[in-house]
Nanobody
Framework: QVLLVESGGGLVQAGGTLRLSCAAS????????MAWFRQLPGAERELVAQ????????YYSDFAKGRFTISRENAKSSVYLQMNSLKPEETAVYYC???????????????WGEGTLVAVSG
């Protein structure tokens, strides 16, 4: 079993910056692929970014490229999402997830946090 807990969400003005954190506990974390997903109001959950166990390989959805950065610190069993230049339409619940293999779809991930709300004002 793996427990994931997100933090760092909140209210931010358009164009502002937030850094989300996800702390993992339970079984070994270091070899898991980690990801951030988000769910906009009335929409399906979608991938934001993904990072390999070593941190050497990352993937970003098109909307996140150039603005968001995913990173991890295995010694702290943590993964982060730095979000710059936030837009009002990116108001959503953001979720941390882990899996044994890379997946672009939510159903491909094995463990999920409860989510943290990010609200971007215009």
């Amino acid at each position: 079993q793996v427990l994931l807990v997100e933090s760092g969400g909140g209210l931010v003005q358009a164009g502002g910056t937030l850094r989300l954190s996800c702390a993992a506990s339970g079984r070994s974390f270091s070899r898991d692929i980690m990801a951030w997903f988000r769910q906009l109001p009335g929409a399906e959950r979608e991938l934001v970014a993904q990072i390999s166990w070593s941190g050497a390989t990352t993937y970003y959805s098109d909307f996140a490229k150039g603005r968001f950065t995913i990173s991890r610190e295995n010694a702290k069993s943590s993964v982060y999402l730095q979000m710059n230049s936030l837009k009002p339409e990116e108001t959503a619940v953001y979720y941390c997830a882990s899996g044994r293999a890379a997946s672009r779809e939510a159903y491909g991930m094995n463990y999920w946090g409860e989510g943290t709300l990010v609200a971007v004002s215009g």
